[in-house]
């Protein structure tokens, strides 16, 4: 049942806002009683953290069966955000704008836990581009990879529409991979832009 609960707590959170979504929204929503949610979470505090955890769980999970496709580091890029564009596709708000406005410690816990993954994989994709002649062999990786995060971040933490978030996180994508590229990788750049609706 709590598996449940999280499941429907994070659908209705995304789409409809943390802040706007009670017990009762949630009980209702899945013909429970409200004892029964609390049975399990002491308050909706606790719920939401879980569920933002169980997200990102599941957001990780997601971008790890992409990188097993293997891709070229700029498809591989493009490819993840396709992903993430349909997994949003119904939401308004941007959820990291609205965990920092109404519920900025849990929005911390997130950004650090979150941090060395993002970091992880931004490293592993440069690389990546390194080997594959697509991106530039004396790129700081570490500095590269870190300026892409606090952009990336900067852009959910701080645009309320989701869809406007969407947009601008794909120009600082294409601002992050031609910094880097090579003339062929402006080449495979162009081709993966040329096939991308915002």
Known sequence: ???????????????????????????????????????????????IEESTQTFHSTIHRVIEEVIAKNYNAIEEN???RKIFK??????????????????PEIYDKVVTQDFEECNRYMQHNIQKGIDEGLFRKEIDIDMYSKFHYIVTFSVNENTRSEKEAQRL??????????????????LELEKQLSNTTT
């Open 169 to 186: 996180e794909l120009g600082a994508m294409e601002y992050h991979m031609r910094a880097m590229a090579t003339p062929k990788g402006i």
């Open 86 to 103: 349909g997994i949003f596709q119904t939401v308004e708000t941007s959820p990291l704008y609205q965990l920092k406005k109404h519920y």
């Open 78 to 80: 493009f490819e993840i």
């Open 1 to 47: 049942m709590k598996d449940k609960i999280i499941e429907k707590a994070t659908d209705m959170f995304l789409k409809l806002g943390f802040k706007s979504i009670t017990m009762d929204d949630i009980a209702g929503e899945m013909c429970i009683s409200k004892k029964t949610i609390y049975k399990y979470f002491i308050n909706k505090e606790i719920l």
